[in-house]
């Protein structure tokens, strides 16, 4: 089994950043690929970014690319969603997702995830 616990959202103005981290324990695996995937009120959850943990690899949504940043701390197992330029469009309850057995073109497809954390509330208002 493996846990995964989000923390660092919050409400902030168009603009600004945050920091979301995900804090992994359990059975991780070099395998695993850790990521971010995000649900607003009414749509779909979607993929925001990843990571491979051996390679660090990383994918990211297009609409993210250049403002956000996923990255891991080897020592602490945490991944971090670093957010800037937080937009209109950027408001949902964000999820850290974590799976060993993906194949590439599954990483961006949340029904491939075996462990989810509990969300954490990113709020985006002037």
């Known amino acids: 089994q493996v846990q995964l616990l989000e923390s660092g959202g919050g409400l902030v103005q168009p603009g600004d950043s945050l920091r979301l981290s995900c804090a992994t324990s359990?059975?991780?695996?070099?395998?695993?690929?850790v990521a971010w995937f995000r649900q607003a009120t009414g749509k779909d959850r979607e993929f925001v970014a990843a990571?491979?943990?051996?390679?660090?690899?990383?994918y990211y949504k297009d609409s993210v690319k250049g403002r956000f940043t996923i990255s891991r701390d080897n020592v602490q197992s945490t991944v971090y969603l670093q957010m800037n330029n937080l937009e209109s469009d950027d408001p949902a309850v964000y999820y850290c997702?974590?799976?060993?057995?993906?194949?590439?073109?599954?990483?961006?497809?949340?029904?491939?995830?075996?462990?989810w954390g509990q969300g954490t509330q990113v709020t985006v208002s002037s």
């Open positions: 997702a974590a799976d060993e057995r993906l194949i590439q073109s599954s990483i961006g497809r949340a029904v491939d995830y075996d462990y």
């Open positions: 359990g059975r991780t695996s070099s395998r695993f690929v």
């Open positions: 990571i491979k943990w051996s390679s660090r690899h990383t």
